[in-house]
């Protein structure tokens, strides 16, 4: 059993809630994804803790299975690097102040989304007399980082007379890949192609083009170029209701918990903070150690739902920091009983993120990369 850190229990055993990642589904949505996007290759986006699931042990388990791994700050790369991670690191985000030579130091791939940050780069890496791995950023219509489209061919210019500069990559982002309309993606799928023009142009050499995330990944092949960047659905999760759903993925992540608390609530009598909720009978309620301090959003109070003993029954009165209570009506349940959170039960009954992202009105990204460090991430098979 390993635990993504930190933590505050060395020993999983102790905790009464946690999270299991299931690697071998990792394995396989990965290589349903492959299927489905090749002969393009894979970079595997592990921002954010990967989405929840354990930067570290991720990238360490599957890493060597992609293509690439993408993270979204410095601080991720350099943590993946100290942890023996090989794989090419891209760090999609924005650079600033002093970290060039810290991506250089770590053999992390930088991503220049300007022509001043990309003298800087060329610079950083002409004083320490290496090369520096660049992927430049075409800002299509995300509005984020990234050169406009329309300013693109001086990035690109500038990037031919930088002699301490690879140029690896060039790289777009969608900003609606995952809806039903797809006519914005198509808008900046064109934009992107009329940038990478300026290669033919001049006859040289393009550079590994990438800008396909989940949603283009299941939605726009034509995005596909040599490299696709799979978020959530690499967690076995779609990254909307509406998109088509044509690769097959299963969720890598349920989260579980016990229950330590059983009382019977009378009438009359209102369960947790501001006495939202009371019964007009007598219930059996019990105490489950999870709570907004774990990353189970306070949003979802009284609407939330969990598995007990393979039926689901309701979350009743305000989620708090640590604990939440469950109303299981006349049914029995007994301390250290498994409480499915997120995930399937035996009994075949599940609650997914999409669920969660429901009660709590926010995305299943959220719900996953919420998921605080203080439960313990087990990892299976052991
Ligand atoms: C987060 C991110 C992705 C992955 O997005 P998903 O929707 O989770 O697939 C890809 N590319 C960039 C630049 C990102 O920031």
């Known amino acids: 059993m390993s635990i993504q850190q930190p933590v505050i229990s060395s020993n999983g055993d102790l905790r009464s809630t946690w999270a299991e990642v299931d690697v071998t589904r990792l394995e396989r949505n990965l290589a349903a994804i492959r299927a489905r996007v090749a002969p393009a290759g894979v970079m595997l986006v592990v921002k954010a803790n990967a989405y929840g699931h354990g930067l570290k042990e991720v990238a360490c388990r599957i890493g060597p299975q992609a293509d690439y791994l993408g993270v979204a700050v410095l601080e991720e790369g350099i943590y993946l690097r100290e942890a023996g991670v090989r794989t090419p690191i891209l760090a999609l985000g924005g650079i600033w102040g002093d970290q060039i030579p810290a991506y250089l130091e770590h053999d992390l791939t930088l991503t220049a989304p300007s022509v001043e940050r990309l003298e800087q780069i060329d610079q950083a890496a002409a ?34 007379g930088c002699s301490h500069i690879i140029v690896e990559g060039i790289f777009s982002h969608f900003a609606n890949a995952d809806s039903a309309d797809l006519s914005h993606a198509r808008l900046q799928l064109e934009r992107f192609e009329e940038v990478l023009r300026f290669y033919e142009k001049r006859s040289l050499p393009l550079p590994m083009r990438h800008m396909a995330n989940s949603g283009a990944i299941l939605q726009l092949p034509e995005a596909n170029f040599d490299l696709v960047r799979p978020g959530i659905l690499f967690y076995g999760v779609y990254p909307s209701a509406e998109a088509a759903r044509t690769v097959r993925v299963e969720p890598a992540l349920a989260w579980k918990s016990r229950v330590v608390y059983f009382k019977v609530v009378q009438p009359g009598h209102p369960v947790s903070y501001g006495s939202t909720w009371q019964s007009d009978a007598p219930v059996r309620v019990v105490t489950v150690p999870v709570g907004y301090g774990d990353g189970y959003f306070r949003r979802m109070s009284n609407q939330a739902q969990v598995i007990i003993g393979g039926c689901k029954y309701p979350q ?18 007994f301390n250290g009983d498994e409480v499915v959170l997120v995930g399937e039960a035996a009994s075949g009954e599940r609650i997914t993120v999409e669920d969660l992202a429901g009660w709590a009105g926010t995305v299943p990204y959220e719900i996953l990369t919420n998921i605080n460090t203080r439960v313990p991430r087990i990892y299976l098979p052991e």
């Open 127 to 160: 004083a320490t007399g290496r090369k520096a791995r660049v992927h430049l950023k075409i800002d299509t219509g995300m509005e984020r980082i990234g050169v406009h489209y329309y300013n693109a061919g001086s990035l690109l210019e500038a990037a031919l």
């Open 316 to 333: 009743v009165g305000r989620i708090c920091m640590d604990q939440v209570m469950v109303n299981i009506g006349s049914a029995s349940a």
